[in-house]
């Protein structure tokens, strides 16, 4: 499995749905869609995606 980490390509804000996908080895389409499903949902999401941004590295070379 590979480390969590914000890949450099493949990104399409920050790169947390990417580096989730990555990590869990499923389709960054997926997380993305799940991740706006969940959208609709009361909840801190926003929050959460931007301490992912916050958080996980970005992915080195």
């Given at each position: 499995?590979?480390?969590?980490?914000r890949p450099?390509n493949?990104?399409?804000?920050?790169?947390?749905?990417?580096a989730?996908?990555?990590?869990?080895?499923?389709?960054?389409?997926l997380?993305?869609?799940?991740?706006?499903?969940?959208?609709l949902?009361?909840?801190?999401?926003?929050l959460?995606?931007?301490?992912?941004?916050?958080?996980?590295?970005?992915?080195?070379?």
């Amino acid at each position: 499995m590979a480390s969590l980490s914000r890949p450099r390509n493949g990104r399409v804000i920050a790169g947390v749905c990417a580096a989730i996908a990555q990590r869990f080895g499923v389709s960054p389409f997926l997380v993305r869609a799940a991740f706006l499903a969940s959208l609709l949902l009361p909840g801190p999401q926003i929050l959460i995606y931007v301490a992912g941004w916050v958080l996980i590295p970005d992915e080195k070379f």
